[in-house]
């Protein structure tokens, strides 16, 4: 058997396998102690052609900006809510929403809410912005 050792933050490296260890969630800023997160394949940082992968964590606070790329989310463990354009869906443990593309999402966990997302290419390398952080 064959291992294949682990890689940088790169959504793909050309091997037949990408591996990325496992790291520990970190809090976004140091005054948004409540919302924590880690990038699994890479930073959205830049352009990317892929999809990149990140975990999330919202303890009693939310989370909003807009995207110029999609934004899956897949629920782990709690209530996860997501409102955009006046819309609002309420998300639990095994269901997924998408914000698309060109939109401003406001992500809000009433107690507590831990998620996969997916945030789909970015070939343009157009920056998120209009970040907002609220604790509840």
Aim: charged share 25%; proline share 7%.
């Amino acid at each position: 058997m064959t291992t294949t050792t682990p890689q940088n933050l790169t959504s793909t490296t050309g091997e037949a396998i990408d591996f990325w260890p496992a790291k520990s969630k970190k809090v976004m800023k140091d005054e948004w102690q409540r919302l924590r997160c880690r990038f699994i394949n890479s930073d959205p940082v830049g352009p990317w052609d892929e999809f990149i992968l990140s975990e999330w964590e919202l303890e009693a606070c939310g989370w909003e900006d807009f995207h110029p790329h999609t934004e899956t989310n897949f629920v782990l463990e709690g209530e996860l809510h997501i409102e955009c354009e006046g819309q609002t869906v309420i998300l639990r443990p095994g269901d997924s929403a998408r914000v698309n593309p060109g939109r401003t999402g406001r992500y809000w966990a009433p107690v507590y809410a831990r998620m996969v997302t997916i945030y789909g290419p970015n070939r343009d390398g157009a920056e998120s912005h209009s970040f907002r952080y609220s604790e509840i």
